[in-house]
């Protein structure tokens, strides 16, 4: 799902690099220190790795992780201390840690058009839309309880996100959610690699 976000958000990065996805689990939220340091380590190392079996330069990563907690004091602490230690295993690569409160679900429901396009079945609830959906403690029960015909499964989320990059809908959230700004506004600083001459 990431990598439609990027393509959204930032598309001449987008257009100008190869995103390449690695499948491991992240969990990189509730580690601190030397095992942080590590841990930021080994996905910057998995990274490059895949840059060289693309014949790639590797020039970024950008991590994707559910805080399980809408923002807040342990929001604000967890987002700091990841993004400064893949910054440091990143060393002069560019890094963005895309922290979704409460999860990954409650980025899909700033996007409520992209449900029905994925499931006319679904009918997105009107007293959901143009909310903070960071506030929602659960919205992946939220989501399961709502839509049962068919019962919204998390291999939906890629399938809604695809619709809403089509439709061009992952720049105009309806909506807030604190924790979707702050990737955009941090994918934003990311430069994009001068091409020319290669």
């Known amino acids: 799902m990431l990598a439609a976000f990027i393509k959204a958000n930032h598309p001449k990065l987008a257009s100008a690099v190869s995103l390449t996805e690695i499948t491991d689990p992240v969990r990189l939220r509730k580690k601190s220190g030397a095992d942080l340091a590590t841990a930021a380590s080994i996905l910057v190392r998995k990274a490059q790795g895949k840059a060289r079996l693309k014949r790639g330069e590797f020039i970024g990563i950008a991590i994707h992780e559910d805080m399980d907690t809408p923002p807040g004091p342990a929001y604000d602490a967890a987002r700091r201390a990841v993004s400064g230690a893949i910054a440091k295993a990143a060393g002069s690569c560019s890094s963005v840690y895309a922290l979704a409160a409460a999860e990954s679900e409650a980025w899909l429901l700033l996007f409520p058009k992209a449900f029905t396009l994925h499931r006319p079945a679904w009918q997105f609830p009107a007293q959901w839309q143009g909310k903070d959906t960071g506030r929602r403690l659960s919205p992946k029960e939220d989501l399961q309880a ?18 809403a990059l089509s439709h061009g809908m992952l720049t105009k959230p309806s909506g807030t959610n604190r924790s979707y700004s702050e990737f955009v506004t941090d994918l934003a600083k990311w430069p994009v690699p001068d091409r020319t001459g290669r």
């Open 146 to 163: 709502e839509f049962t015909s068919p019962r919204y499964r998390e291999s939906d989320g890629p399938e809604i996100v695809r619709k």
